[in-house]
């Protein structure tokens, strides 16, 4: 097969993406991954063949000049309308969803499409791509896809608050009259595909298939067809420190706080200093990564502690007895196939889901990052250490999540996947846009 994946230019979303990327290129297929051009490097450094199409657009610039630009609440979590994905139904109302939407659309999915859509649809029709993987923002590819005649699945690595909104928004859409239907995202995406030949169809938003890199315990799912996938550790380069090849004398504790949001110019809602003073009373190894934005704020760093700019999060934790992190999906995932107990401080996006869901395992605590002071943290770790259930649900968690295919694994699945729409579009028509 030929197999074309694509991201917009956002480097944790690209590193949950790669593995399968290789999986399917060391079974004998053809990949290329389309991004905008400055991503380029990124994908290169991974050892895969980048694609690059369209103009570059930073979505962190648009958000450092409008930091409400997404809809979110103040105290933070998922962007409006997808929220809803917590709510129960009664709760739930047309004009939220219709209003946000059509916000959503105009402000942050054509920001991250637009600049793309036009050169991935003619790479795909120079290209001739099988299987399409898009991640659950880039909608460019479902268009590319459609324009080819080539099947396509979104690949998920967090809540599924996208198809669960969408459920709901289909819900109370069927409940309106007829003129009172309105649709921002089938307006948007079915103009693109009219452009190619094609029409408006529900898997330009949510895919054929989704690819689902979270465990259902952790998972808000939608009424769609799901193909569990094994998350992979990877972190792009990186060298381990001989200071990580022996045992630890100590408990060690692993302080991690992403890179995403201060790699955009952004600040931990953590107070880093506070943490680190009262961790400082415990015995223990703590090694934090911290930021060297973050870290020229530091006034001091306790005996027990070692700081650094970033350390490869897999190899540290294979020598942890703990980690506290911030609940990206990334970090919760490596520390989970490691059977580690978690302290989460979530603060944005699906993070607070995702913790709860942890917490819901067994498998650690979660705590407030803008309410929770250093002894709450520290508090908190002391009941990780010292508390064996949580070693238990950390345990179930990390065979829950061993329990999904590999990589490897899910190939096959897609092989069958592309091979049966092939035989289904070529019964009915033939390729879209040809």
Same mark, same amino acid.
């Not at 074309?4 to 593995?19: D, I, K, N, V, W």
């Not at 997404?70 to 969803?97: F, K």
């Not at 955009?264 to 400082?280: P, R």
């Not at 329990?403 to 049966?420: C, H, I, K, Q, S």
């Given at each position: ?8 230019p956002e480097r944790t979303h690209f590193l949950s993406m790669a593995p399968l990327a ?6 004998? @297929? ?25 103009? !570059? ?5 648009? $958000? ?5 630009? $997404? ?11 997808? &929220? ?11 004009? #939220? /969803?219709?209003?946000? #939407? ?6 942050? @999915? ?38 080819? +005649? ?11 608050? #996208? ?34 030949? +094609? ?18 315990? $952790?998972?808000?799912?939608?009424? /769609? ?10 972190? +792009?380069?990186?060298?381990?420190? +001989?200071?990580?090849?022996g045992a630890p004398r100590k408990p060690r504790v692993a302080l991690t706080l992403g890179?995403?949001?201060?790699? @955009? ?84 996006? !699906? ?15 979660? /705590? ?7 002894? &709450? ?58």
């Amino acid at each position: 097969m030929r197999v074309l994946f694509t991201t917009y230019p956002e480097r944790t979303h690209f590193l949950s993406m790669a593995p399968l990327a290789w999986a399917l290129r060391t079974a004998g @297929h053809e990949v290329r991954f389309a991004s905008q051009p400055k991503f380029a490097d990124v994908i290169t450094q991974a050892g895969l063949t980048a694609v690059p199409v369209g103009r !570059d657009r930073d979505l962190w610039q648009i $958000l450092s000049r409008d930091p409400d630009w $997404l809809g979110r609440s103040d105290r933070g979590g998922m962007p409006l309308p997808y &929220d809803v994905a917590e709510r129960q139904p009664g709760d739930i109302t047309w004009e #939220y /969803l219709s209003e946000g #939407y059509a916000t959503q659309v105009d402000r942050w @999915h054509k920001s991250s499409n637009v600049p793309m859509v036009t050169e991935l649809v003619e790479f795909a029709r120079h290209w001739k791509p099988d299987l399409v993987v898009w991640e659950p923002l880039t909608y460019a590819g479902a268009i590319a896809a459609r324009a080819v +005649g080539a099947a396509h699945v979104r690949l998920l690595f967090g809540t599924d608050m #996208y198809g669960v909104a969408r459920d709901h928004f289909l819900r109370l859409r069927a409940e309106r009259p007829e003129r009172g239907r309105t649709d921002p995202f089938a307006d948007w995406l079915g103009g693109y595909a009219r452009r190619y030949g +094609g029409e408006f169809g529900e898997d330009l938003i949510t895919g054929q298939a989704t690819v689902d890199l979270v465990p259902e315990c $952790l998972q808000h799912r939608a009424d /769609l067809d799901y193909l569990p996938l094994r998350y992979v550790p990877y972190g +792009g380069p990186a060298v381990v420190p +001989g200071w990580l090849h022996g045992a630890p004398r100590k408990p060690r504790v692993a302080l991690t706080l992403g890179l995403s949001t201060t790699g @955009h110019g952004g600040e931990y809602v953590v107070g880093v200093q506070d943490v680190l003073d009262a961790l400082g009373e415990l015995d223990i190894e703590l090694v934090a990564t911290i930021a060297e934005a973050e870290q020229r704020k530091l006034t001091r760093i306790p005996a027990n502690a070692k700081v650094a700019s970033f350390l490869p999060l897999d190899a540290l934790a294979a020598t942890c007895d703990a980690v506290i992190h911030h609940a990206g999906f990334g970090t919760l995932a490596t520390t989970a196939l490691r059977g580690l107990p978690q302290l989460i401080l979530p603060w944005d996006n !699906d993070g607070p889901a995702l913790a709860s869901g942890v917490a819901r395992t067994g498998a650690g605590l979660v /705590l407030n990052p803008r309410e929770a002071s250093g002894a &709450d943290v520290r508090d908190g770790l002391r009941a990780l250490l010292s508390e064996p259930e949580f070693r238990r649900g950390a345990a179930g968690l990390r065979d829950r999540m061993l329990a999904m295919p590999a990589p490897n694994e899910l190939v096959g699945v897609l092989e069958r996947f592309t091979a049966e729409r092939r035989e289904r579009a070529t019964a009915a028509t033939a390729p879209l846009g040809a």
